[in-house]
């Protein structure tokens, strides 16, 4: 005799006469052994944030000075006794970025917030999200072509980003830079095309003559594949890949990339990975060589969370932050304009 049972699974795998809960109208009635927690795989680092320092500021418009000393010189002979006449005092030149106010709102019912959903609390989970994606907008602008704008009440103040500063190590176009007439910065111009190691050397070289001791090299991680593959071929002029200690990998390991290349001068680029940064318009992608001690981002305000008015059945939330990146002297940082993801590196 054929029993009927109440069974989980569905009518169609069930024998003749049983109840499937699953097949309930609507979902079924068995609870759905989901995890109360949500993976999220973007939560990831911000390589540029993390390797800068951090400043304040007090008005819209951030300033600071920069200075260099004279080149210098093999004639610097005068006669015993002679009056001193000259006056080599040199002043620096003023620059400044703009202030950016960056923002996240959320809208969570009551509703969804008394529920039980999967993550904890609605309101809780949107937030804190929320404030991860404004650290990742601060990221990929400070790290854009973006030009310096001033807030005039209508059009809303704009940080200048990285490319937008940068004018004198450069390859593969012009850079734009600070212009003091108007307290702004300018675009570069640059066309795509592949990336070489000359370029690599040319950039760090031209920055070590100005100063600077550049320590990591950054890009899309396509761009850094591309050298690191680069970097194993027969044209690279490369004497012996070891690890950071000096003694070759075990043979054990199957090394496949190159993490950190040493160029001429003493100069050690970590070669990062910025899953952050942004292909420009033209789908290239600038690559900065940085000597990060030169670079802050600083704060006007700095990471907040303020209730907004309710006027309804939803509580709202606004994340913001008030920022800037301040370049200290340009000529401490280089990049390679434009680079095409989709072509690999070449020596020259």
Not at 155 to 184: C, E, H
Not at 198 to 203: I, P, S
Request: with cysteine; net charge negative; aromatic share 6%.
């Amino acid at each position: 005799m054929a029993v009927t049972n109440v069974v989980t699974g569905s009518l169609d795998t069930a024998q003749a006469g049983d109840k499937g809960l699953k097949s309930v109208a609507f979902g079924g009635l068995v609870r759905e052994d989901v995890m109360d927690q949500i993976w999220d795989i973007s939560n990831i680092p911000l390589p540029l944030t993390e390797a800068i320092g951090s400043d304040t500021h007090d008005n819209e418009y951030c300033e600071w000075v920069v200075d260099e000393l004279a080149d210098p010189i093999t004639t610097n002979a005068v006669i015993d006794g002679d009056d001193i006449a000259q006056d080599n005092s040199k002043l620096g030149e003023r620059q400044g970025n703009h202030s950016q106010i960056s923002v996240k709102e959320v809208r969570v019912s009551q509703r969804a917030q008394k529920s039980n959903v999967i993550g904890g609390n609605a309101l809780s989970y949107q937030i804190i999200n929320r404030q991860r994606e404004l650290r990742r907008d601060v990221e990929a602008t400070a790290l854009s072509e973006n030009l310096s704008v001033a807030d005039n009440g209508t059009v809303a103040g704009q940080s200048g980003g990285l490319a937008s500063w940068i004018k004198t190590a450069v390859a593969n176009g012009t850079g734009g830079g600070f212009d003091p007439a108007t307290g702004l910065t300018t675009a570069p111009t640059a066309t795509k095309a592949a990336m070489t190691e000359t370029m690599v050397r040319d950039v760090t070289q031209t920055m070590y003559e100005n100063g600077a001791m550049p320590g990591m090299m950054m890009s899309v991680p396509t761009v850094i594949r591309r050298f690191s593959e680069y970097l194993f071929t027969s044209s690279a002029r490369v004497g012996t890949i070891t690890n950071d200690q000096g003694a070759t990998t075990s043979s054990m390991v199957a090394n496949g990339s190159v993490n950190v290349f040493v160029t001429d001068f003493d100069v050690v680029l970590d070669l990062i990975p910025n899953r952050i940064q942004r292909l420009e318009s033209d789908d290239s992608a600038n690559v900065y060589i940085l000597d990060p001690s030169y670079l802050d981002l600083s704060m006007l305000e700095g990471y907040r969370i303020e209730p907004l008015a309710k006027t309804g059945l939803a509580d709202k939330r606004m994340m913001k932050v008030d920022w800037s990146l301040k370049v200290r002297n340009e000529k401490a940082q280089g990049c390679i304009f434009h680079v095409d993801p989709t072509l690999a590196v070449t020596q020259a």
